[in-house]
């Protein structure tokens, strides 16, 4: 079974400094994809950043970034300029292509100290 | 994108009643799906809402215990019937479309507290 672990409960960082979400997954399908979600206290998921596992190419979308290791099937997240409204859980989630099921991750809460 | 509304956002039930939660998307979609995520918790699929057919549950999840419907392509609804306390959790609805499967949108939740 696919499974997604997030080793890290709680993590914090200075406003405007860098933080580093980590994620490990086990599959072992070769075609997937990988998404960070954000939930802020308004419990509102919103997806932070995707990542297709064909493409070796690391996503980006403004301060997130991701580290896409296919052969450790590691799936870190980087957060740059923390900003106090980044303060959410982050959760690291699995699909396999063809599949719908989102497979979650604990999650990890993200505080930022001003 | 897709903009989820789900009714109650939260609510407050005796044990042994039933609890009908909505979900309402303001375009049609492919996929309809309902997630639950216990205190302090990750999610977990309850079931994948099919327009016009039985829903598909997960291992763990049984229809007597979550009936869900969906009448057409941009509503569903989730009940939780016969609650317990163990049913104290968010409810979330999530919705993808065919023309972007490898993307899930997330309504708000409903809190759900059953005394």
């Known amino acids: 079974a696919q499974t997604v672990t997030q080793s890290q409960p709680e993590m914090s960082v200075q406003e405007a400094e860098t933080v580093t979400l980590s994620c490990t997954y086990d599959t072992s399908e070769s075609d997937y994809y990988l998404f960070w979600y954000k939930q802020p206290p308004s419990r509102q998921m919103i997806l932070v950043i995707r990542?297709?596992?064909?493409?070796?190419q690391n996503a980006t979308e403004n301060r997130f970034s991701v580290n896409f290791q296919k052969a450790a099937k590691s799936f870190s997240l980087k957060i740059s300029d923390s900003q106090l409204g980044d303060a959410a859980m982050y959760f690291c989630?699995?699909?396999?292509?063809?599949?719908?099921?989102?497979?979650f991750g604990q999650g990890t809460r993200l505080t930022i100290n001003p | 994108s897709a903009v989820i509304s789900q009714k109650p956002s939260r609510d407050i039930c005796q044990r042994g009643t039933s609890l009908t939660i909505q979900c309402q998307v303001d375009?049609?979609?492919?996929?309809m799906f309902w997630y639950r995520q216990q205190p302090g918790q990750s999610l977990t699929l309850i079931a994948t809402a099919n327009q016009g057919s039985e829903a598909t549950y997960e291992s763990g999840f049984v229809i007597d215990k979550f009936p869900i419907s969906r009448p057409n392509l941009t509503f569903s609804t989730l009940t939780v019937s016969n609650m317990s306390p163990e049913d104290s959790s968010i409810y979330l609805c999530?919705?993808?479309?065919?023309?972007?499967?490898?993307?899930?949108?997330f309504g708000p939740g409903t809190r759900l507290t059953v005394l």
């Open positions: 990542q297709e596992a064909y493409k070796q």
């Open positions: 999530s919705v993808a479309f065919a023309f972007s499967y490898n993307e899930q949108f």
């Open positions: 989630a699995y699909r396999p292509k063809g599949a719908q099921k989102l497979v």
């Open positions: 375009s049609q979609v492919t996929m």
